[in-house]
């Protein structure tokens, strides 16, 4: 066995949903919690390495359960372009950069819908171990299949299927695991008859669709993001994106019409969220991280505000941004902090209500029960 590391952190919100808990300990070993519990009745552990953050926050690691690691998320439509037509060493730089903006703003699991495996495996081939997220490749470790196009979108793919297709590809998926990117009743309605498990975006989709899926036990993604900064971006019509407000704010002409049309079905989308969490739909947080103007990593916390607006509490929102989201698929290094489960989690300085914001700057992160190797809260840089 090896040295045992006992956390204590001032508050703890396990991911499980449950509510908030006070000056709690956490015993780790060989990467796993063995015990957990109030700070004042601390065991004694012989030789134990004691972490005192008892003027902090201890969360879950975040699952991000919608990312393209191979695309730019700049609203330069010349960087996007470029980033199609560059060569694979070029490309692979690229996702090793955004799988370190994730490992830095704690989400250490996300669900890619762009990257192929040898990418993948060429962009992680030099990166320290420790700064290595949990990657589930669509095709690989499950299917994504676009039935509508993404909701920013201006118009369906070229490869639009129909009802037909959509079937027989869910018939012939075997073991893996379907996410539908739907909006609309229509469509939203014919992916759940075919059988998908969980449904991206479904914009516009409706409460009887909502039951359906509440019913049936399928995951809601609903990429909340995606109209937020579609919206942030037809206010002003900029080119430029700030990095840290996430507004545009370069001049523009914005296109008539725009402001109000994103502004109507991002509230639409937070009243179907609303309804969900009162039937008891299953959700998980999904960015979108890398399209336009939604950043790798740090655009999780804006998802996580939209959850609160949308009415969740934020231990409830922790719980959709880890729990639901690593056991749907498959991180089992991921999710809520349990025993017997891996000591994976994020610190964040202060107290719960300066959360979600303090996850913009965290205190630190571990990896299976000790601090991160690549996590700098304060990083060096050069000259």
């Known amino acids: 066995m090896g040295e045992t590391r006992v956390i204590v952190a001032g508050s703890f919100i396990d991911g499980s949903g449950a509510a908030v808990r006070r000056h709690v300990f956490l015993a780790v070993q060989d990467g796993s919690i063995i015990a957990m519990g109030s700070a004042a009745d601390l065991p004694h552990y012989d030789g134990a390495v004691i972490d005192d953050f008892s003027h902090c926050t201890l969360v879950p690691a975040l699952v991000d359960c919608s990312v393209s690691l191979s695309r730019s998320p700049s609203v330069d439509s010349g960087v996007q372009v470029a980033g199609d037509v560059v060569t694979m060493p070029t490309k692979a730089v ?4 955004h799988i370190h903006d994730c490992h830095a703003h704690g989400v250490l699991g996300v669900a890619d819908a762009s990257a192929e495996d040898d990418l993948l495996a060429l962009a992680q081939k030099d990166m320290v171990p420790g700064s290595i997220i949990d990657i589930c490749s669509s095709g690989c470790d499950f299917i994504k299949i676009f039935y509508s196009g993404n909701i920013e979108a201006e118009a369906l793919p070229s490869f639009h299927l ?17 996410v539908v990117v739907a909006n609309g009743r229509h469509q ?19 409460e009887d669709n909502l039951r359906e899926m509440a019913a049936t036990g399928v995951l809601w993604i609903p990429s909340l993001l995606r109209a937020k900064s579609a919206l942030d971006g037809a206010r002003s019509g900029g080119s430029v994106c700030c990095r840290f407000s996430q507004r545009y704010v370069a001049p523009g002409k914005p296109l008539p019409g725009a402001e109000a049309f994103w502004k109507k079905t991002l ?5 179907q969220l609303r ?8 959700t998980a947080l999904g960015t979108g991280a890398g399209s336009v103007g ?5 655009s999780m916390v804006e998802e996580v505000k939209l959850f609160i607006q949308a009415g969740y509490a934020l231990e ?3 719980h959709c941004g880890s729990e639901n989201g690593a056991r749907f698929f498959g991180m089992e290094r991921l999710g809520a902090l349990m025993v017997g489960r891996s000591a994976t989690f994020l610190i964040t300085r202060g107290s719960v209500k300066q959360l979600p914001r303090k996850l913009s700057y965290l205190e630190g992160v571990y990896v299976d029960g000790v601090p991160s190797r690549v996590y700098r809260k304060n990083p060096v840089k050069g000259g």
Request: aromatic share 2%; net charge negative; with cysteine.
């Open 94 to 97: 690229m996702v090793a950069r």
């Open 162 to 178: 129909c009802q037909e297709d959509l079937s027989r590809i869910l018939q012939d998926r075997g073991n893996q695991k379907a």
């Open 188 to 206: 939203v309605a014919e992916a759940l008859a075919a059988g998908c498990d969980a449904i991206e975006q479904g914009y516009a989709m409706g």
């Open 267 to 271: 509230a639409e989308q937070l009243r």
């Open 275 to 282: 309804l969900a969490r009162k039937l008891g739909v299953t």
């Open 294 to 298: 939604i950043l790798h990593g740090e």
């Open 316 to 318: 409830e929102v922790m």
